[in-house]
């Protein structure tokens, strides 16, 4: 799927677009009618034979719980079922994998993290209210997609910030028709954001742009219309902080597209590329699949391009591959080192 968005908070457009990336109206048919109900007699079976007391909100839940959960309703039955109502809702092949449906370890650990979308231990009535409701299942789906701890958020790299800042006031002879920005693997749009406002406080505005680019479509469509249906006042305080931006006439323009790093260029290349919270860390850090990040973010850099890169993860127990084999990536894609505050760096040669 191609995809690719100019940023907008009108609430017309935003209908317009989500249905281009979902199916609106009910979903319920007898088939997934018979599913539901099947599965709501799996969970009648395992509440009548559970010798615990049943997940309510609250719950402390211990490992005996948990296992004795994944004995008798296994994570795999539920999971089954909200993945058919989901890929039935969406218009693309949704990355499930990488959700708490996978990640958590039995039916009462969704269960804990998804409180309160889902409000009582039975899926069956949550199931059949998402395949009915559409306003639910979106509401759901980006919840799923986009929980509350998923990297999101402004002023994660503040040393970076400034840094590129002082490095645009440096430089801005050499980009005297505007400057070519990508925030790589956006996630949900903070940093892209951010770096357009280094860019306009910079002096870079008309004949500039910025693009962030990210590998979902939920976490794209989130970035680009600041969408959070799931989390209210996490909306309010994106919009508050980008609004004065998106109305700027001085400011650059700004997109968002579906991408990855690793696959081939399709755009024009990029004087700058960010790539924040994605490199080394527990998202990416095996080795083919980290040559082949880089290989990637460097074919996206002009000649004389600059890559920067940073993640919170090299502070602490999480980092998986240590700065000095990060930057011998880089090395060995032609990019030559620079050494700054924050992450790591590396220009291509002109």
């Known amino acids: ?20 990336l979902l199916v609106p109206g009910s979903l319920l048919d007898p088939a997934l009618e018979r599913r539901i109900a099947r599965l709501g007699g799996a969970f009648e079976s395992y509440a009548a034979g559970y010798p615990l007391p049943l997940w309510a909100p609250g719950l402390a839940v211990s490992n005996e719980m948990r296992g004795l959960t994944e ?22 092949s949704p990355l499930l994998s990488a959700s708490y449906l996978h990640g958590s370890a039995s039916w009462i650990d969704l269960l804990q993290k998804l409180w309160p979308l889902l409000p009582c231990a039975d899926p ?8 009915e409701d559409e306003a639910e299942r979106i509401t759901f789906l980006f919840a799923l997609m986009l929980p509350q701890h998923f990297g999101g958020g402004f002023d994660r790299y503040p040393v970076q910030t400034r840094w590129l800042s002082l490095w645009l006031r440096a430089n801005a002879g050499r980009f005297p028709h505007g400057i070519r920005v ?22 870079f505005g008309a004949g500039s742009s910025v693009h962030g680019s990210t590998l979902e479509p939920i976490e794209l469509f989130a970035a680009a219309h600041m969408y959070f249906p799931h989390a209210a006042e996490r909306e309010r ?26 696959a081939p260029l399709q755009r024009a290349p990029y004087d700058l590329v960010l790539c924040n919270g994605l490199l080394g860390g527990p998202l990416l850090h095996d080795p083919v699949e980290l040559a082949a990040a880089f290989a990637g973010l460097a074919a996206r850099l ?14 602490g127990w999480r980092q998986r591959v240590p700065n000095e084999e990060l930057v011998d990536r880089m090395r060995a894609c032609r990019l030559t080192p620079l050494e700054i505050p924050e992450g790591i760096a590396g220009i291509k040669a002109s």
């Open 182 to 203: 990508l925030d790589a693997a956006c996630g949900s749009g903070e940093g892209t954001y951010q770096a357009a406002q280094v860019l306009a406080d910079a002096g």
């Open 124 to 131: 069956a009535p949550v199931l059949r209210r998402l395949a």
């Open 302 to 315: 002009a000649p004389g391009g600059l890559l920067v890169a940073a993640d919170r993860f090299h502070a």
């Open 237 to 262: 305080e994106y919009r508050g902080r980008v609004g004065s931006l998106l109305c700027h006439p001085g400011a650059p323009a700004l997109e968002f597209y579906l991408d990855r790093v690793d």
């Open 71 to 92: 004995a008798l309703f296994p994570l795999e039955q539920p999971r089954a079922v909200f993945e058919m109502v989901l890929r039935r809702g969406c218009r693309f």
């Open 1 to 20: 799927m191609q995809l690719s968005f100019v940023p907008t908070t009108d609430q017309g457009e935003i209908r317009l677009r989500l249905e281009r």
